[in-house]
């Protein structure tokens, strides 16, 4: 183990609350625009949590997603990353994409998750924007942890080397796997990966 614990960090339901923006925001689109919905609690995609079509999940994200972009980051996540920012790497790893960007933003998501990094004061060592998927990246890059909350990525990052850490949603309460670790909050994170690692506290 190198003396820097390489620590991969999800954006999308790890640094942002997206589960509960979408259940905020998807009742309130479905509202608004006189769609029945019964929300379906424990899904990942906001098609099946709202019974959506592609094309109104689309249309839903046209309309919020600027909005979700812009959002405040989860409590406790500035402070607890400069805490670990300290003494080991911090690597942001993200699959966003242009899906559902409205047209006049359209082309520029990787400007846009910069700038709100940079606004939040949020530092890392390394960003990194990758559709293919996390496991790969996570290997190439040498990382020791990776927070995730997407039930997909966890099942396909369990089976890697590396040290998973679930950010609990009621979307991913059945992601498990030998090395999955279920996470509550920013400082048990820090918490857990300190007993882990044996480091000292700040």
Not at 30 to 43: S, W
Not at 70 to 88: A, F
Not at 112 to 127: A, G, M, P, Q, R
Request: glycine share 6%; hydrophobic share 30%.
């Amino acid at each position: 183990m190198r003396l820097k614990v390489r620590i991969g960090i999800d954006i999308d339901g790890v640094l942002l609350n997206m589960g509960q923006f979408v259940l905020d925001y998807g009742s309130k689109f479905c509202y608004e625009h006189n769609l029945d919905f019964e929300i379906q609690d424990g899904e990942y995609d906001e098609r099946k949590a709202f019974g959506l079509s592609e094309e109104e999940a689309e249309k839903f994200w046209n309309e919020y997603l600027v909005k979700y972009i812009e959002s405040m980051p989860r409590e406790c996540t500035k402070e607890v990353i400069d805490i670990l920012k300290e003494n080991h790497e911090i690597y942001i790893i993200t699959a966003r994409d242009e899906y559902g960007l409205p047209q006049e933003y359209y082309g520029s998501m990787q400007k846009l998750t910069k700038k709100w990094l940079e606004e939040n004061k949020i530092y890392y060592d390394k960003l990194i924007f990758s559709s293919e998927g996390k496991l790969d990246v996570c290997q190439e890059n040498k990382i020791d942890v990776m927070i995730e909350d997407s039930p997909n990525n966890i099942e396909k990052l369990s089976k890697g080397d590396l040290q998973v850490f679930c950010y609990d949603s009621s979307y991913n309460k059945k992601a498990n796997g030998n090395n999955v670790i279920r996470v509550y909050s920013w400082y048990d994170i820090l918490n857990k990966i300190q007993k882990i690692y044996k480091l000292n506290k700040q």
